[in-house]
């Protein structure tokens, strides 16, 4: 017997090019690169830009060890790149050239302010106030500096770990920040985010993303909603928003950077790359890992323009920053690099053993502080410096005693933050479109052509048709009726799927581009994870975006993006709803012969993120009813589809909402049955829905009956329905779609253990799939899949029969 088989498983270049002396705005300041101690070719990069520009330090001031100096990038060369990459004119320049008293008073007490609330939290962090990672940015002050100049409210930011001075310099308030850092309610997110974690939905700041690189498809999929806002044209919008994201130079090595480049570029989305160049991950040398560290650079493949920019100078910086920014707002992408130094590890847990960190630390701090250099130079004359510096300085005193002030979060916080819709507790046919039913109508009329009104209407009737024929509509055509439905009901419904155009590989979500348009409608490139992070960016401002994998499995591309999607509600303290629906094919049918990887138990993989619901249907009407109601949802959810049964066709009731959050009993064994303890409740999912009707069908003349549930909610487990079946029939067969280990079927017998163990007469039986890659050849396959032969041999063991 099947249970008896599983035990025949095992159960249980170094170089780099930060200066490209080609490029006019790159050399370095100082003239100590004949340094021969040094046999690394990043230094020796920077002897060649140095040679032609004069020197501003002294030989003998820097360390001969020293890998790493500071550049140099006068506004007078950095004017001809932005003549030559940005196409800048002479009138622009010129402007962005002019530093305002205010712009500099601005700078300066923002740096100061930044300084200070660092080494408040180094002074908290070791008083215990502050726990876990926390990333300080000392030394970076520049960069702050630019942000509380030209960047405005409406803008959408979306920074890293390194995001307390982002925040602030954002107009977030430093209280807020503060109190997150101390984990109390007054937090930007109540305490939920943490330092890694600053969200303020007022001030467009989304985040705060502690995955490095996690960020820059969120940021892209937030620059698209700018130009989605403008379309569909949303009213309160200003024009000008811009989206802006910071990666480190060592994240800005991630694949994400060169497919975010290429989203920006193809849609010529408003969005700055903000590469902050402090030269190491973590202790890393970049250079010792990244072939060519000219991010500014990167972007010459698809056209984005990119400049380097001296971060110890903030005159330099703010000039040419401001002509990066105007060139967002007013053309399309661009990367703007600023080489900087760190000036604290790390992270209070970093040791900083890597070569030379602590001389370059201890020089750099001497010789590269933005706020000394400032100081010192012609531009501070004639500000009050003191009275700015007080000024920063009683705000940071302001901000700890806000946060000393702030209670800590209920312990019930968590809980109730773990679904934006609770279970059960949303009519979704009743949810209207955020702008109204009304106004979406309206939108809808505007921006779709009407004969294309008209054949979409057509498709959504003759789809509809198909319900009231005998044969019904199949699963993937009630998927699609869904997701027309909802695009055309409500306008800021959006899809991503790779092969769009042609309805993807299952001929999901067929359509929406001949109907919608590419920007409602975006055909995507090869990589789940970029498109699903697209659509988490667009979830958090306004939109409600569908994704379809393909096949499920190639969600596995994508569990970074869709961990966050599940985690950012709570995160946020509430703040960013996340109403972004997954739909994929997948699962492991009996003789699929898809091969290893086109067979894995994706569903397995993402149960344990939390914030997810998770639904699976395996008939056309609980997958129209499972997806109209997804997409209706505020939080994120997966549907999965049996992908062998795409076509399968039944019955539908096209005007349902089904719940997300239970079970599904498809047939009830007879009392007789139950009272000739011939009654077993069989729960599955997928493919294990058709071979359960088979075994049931294969049973019938030996009197065993099903009390059959399908799980159409896999997360939260819904374990009440299986109760009141148990209650009738106490023995529990799961056919299980998903491997031994770390399996659906796993979890849900431990629920089943903890709660309804009084109700079972016998252990609960698992049919999994075994903990092997599936088989390609049938032979070994049906040792690992089981099917409905299995189920029936089982049913009559379990019967005793
Ligand atoms: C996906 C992932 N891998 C590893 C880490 C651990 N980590 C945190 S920061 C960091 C270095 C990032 O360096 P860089 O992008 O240059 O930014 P910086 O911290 O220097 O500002 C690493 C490896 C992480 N957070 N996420």
């Not at 196409?87 to 962005?96: C, N, P, R, W």
Request: with cysteine.
């Amino acid at each position: 017997m099947t249970t008896t088989r599983a035990t025949s498983f095992a159960l249980g270049g170094r170089r780099h090019h930060v200066l490209n002396t080609t490029t006019a705005n790159t050399k370095t300041r100082n003239n100590h690169n004949e340094n021969k101690n040094n046999k690394r070719g990043g230094l020796r990069c920077f002897a060649k830009a140095a040679a032609a520009k004069t020197t501003t330090q002294k030989k003998e001031d820097v360390p001969k060890n020293l890998e790493r100096l500071r550049i140099s990038t006068p506004w007078e060369d950095a004017q001809t790149v932005l003549k030559s990459e940005f196409k800048t004119s002479e009138e622009d320049l010129k402007t962005f050239g002019e530093l305002t008293k205010e712009e500099l008073e601005n700078a300066y007490e923002m740096m100061q302010l930044c300084r200070d609330f660092e080494n408040e939290c180094n002074q908290s962090y070791m008083g215990g106030k502050i726990r876990g990672f926390m990333h300080l940015d000392n030394g970076q002050e520049s960069i702050p500096a630019l942000l509380a100049n030209s960047i405005r409210k409406s803008d959408l930011k979306h920074s890293y770990y390194r995001d307390h001075c982002h925040a602030i310099a954002c107009g977030v308030d430093a209280g807020k920040v503060m109190a997150e850092l101390y984990g109390k309610d007054g937090g930007t997110c109540r305490g939920t985010g943490g330092s890694m974690h600053i969200y303020d939905v007022e001030n467009n700041f989304q985040g705060g993303w502690a995955l490095v690189s996690e960020q820059l498809p969120y940021a892209v999929g937030a620059a698209r909603s700018i130009v989605l806002d403008k379309f569909l044209g949303k009213e309160g919008m200003e024009d000008e928003r811009i989206a802006i994201v910071f990666v480190g130079e060592g994240g800005a090595q991630n694949g994400r950077m060169a497919e975010c480049l290429n989203a920006a570029a193809k849609e010529n989305l408003p969005i700055l790359f903000l590469v902050i160049d402090n030269g190491r991950a973590i202790n890393t040398f970049t250079k010792d890992v990244a072939q060519n560290q000219s991010v500014f650079e990167q972007g010459k493949h698809y056209g984005v323009p990119g400049v380097l920019v001296d971060g110890q100078d903030v005159t330099d910086v703010l000039k040419v920053g401001k002509a990066a920014i105007n060139h967002v707002r007013t053309k399309g992408p661009a990367i703007l690099q600023v080489h900087t130094f760190r000036f604290n590890g790390h992270s209070p847990a970093d040791p900083e053993h890597e070569r030379n960190r602590k001389d370059e630390k201890r020089w750099a701090r001497k010789e590269c502080d933005p706020i000394t250099i400032f100081e010192q130079s012609a531009h501070a004359q004639g500000l009050d410096l003191q009275a700015l510096t007080k000024k920063a300085k009683d705000e940071v005193k302001r901000a700890l005693d806000f946060a000393d002030a702030s209670p800590p979060p209920p312990p019930s916080l968590a809980a109730e933050l773990e679904y934006p819709d609770p279970n059960g507790q949303v009519d979704y046919s009743q949810r209207e479109p955020e702008m109204g039913l009304a106004k979406a109508q309206e939108t809808t009329k505007k921006i779709v052509d009407p004969n294309t009104l008209a054949g979409l209407e057509k498709r959504i009737a003759d789809l509809r048709g198909l319900c009231d024929t005998p044969q019904g509509i199949s699963i993937g055509d009630a998927v699609n009726l869904a997701v027309l439905e909802e695009m055309l009901r409500d306008p800021t419904c959006l899809a991503h799927a790779e092969d769009l155009q042609a309805g993807s590989s299952y001929n999901i979500p067929a359509n929406t581009q001949q109907a919608f348009g590419r920007l409602r409608a975006a055909d995507e490139i090869i990589d789940e994870g970029h498109f699903i992070g697209k659509a988490l960016g667009e979830a958090m401002n306004g939109y409600r975006p569908i994704v379809e994998l393909m096949n499920a499995n190639f969600g596995i591309y994508g569990m970074a993006e869709l961990s966050s999607a599940g985690n950012t509600y709570a995160t946020t303290g509430g703040q960013f709803k996340m109403p972004m629906t997954v739909i994929g094919a997948g699962g492991t049918a009996p003789n699929q012969s898809l091969g290893a990887e086109h067979s894995q138990p994706f569903h397995a993989y993402i149960m344990g993120i939390p914030g997810l619901k998770i639904c699976s249907a395996s008939k056309p009407n609980e997958a129209y009813g499972l997806a109209k109601s997804m997409i209706r949802d505020n939080g994120p959810g997966v549907l999965l589809l049996p992908v062998k049964m795409m076509k399968t066709r039944g019955p539908c009731n096209p005007n349902q909402f089904l719940p997300l959050h239970k079970s599904t009993q498809h047939a009830k064994a007879s009392d007789a049955a139950v009272k000739a303890n011939k009654a077993i409740t069989v729960v599955t999912y997928l493919h294990g829905v058709k071979e359960s009707e088979e075994a049931m069908k294969e049973l019938a003349a030996s009197g065993i009956e099903f009390d059959f549930i399908e799980m159409t909610c896999m997360k939260p487990v819904d374990w009440r329905t299986i109760q009141s079946s148990l209650e009738r029939t106490h023995k529990l067969i799961i056919l299980d779609e998903s491997t031994r280990t770390g399996g659906v079927g796993a979890t849900l017998s431990a629920i089943v253990s903890e709660n309804l163990f009084d109700e079972l007469d016998a252990p609960v039986m698992r049919l999994c799939m075994e903990d092997a890659p599936v088989p390609y050849a049938g032979e070994m396959e049906k040792e690992v899949v089981k099917r409905a032969s299995d189920l029936v041999e089982a049913a009559k063991f379990m019967c005793g029969a």
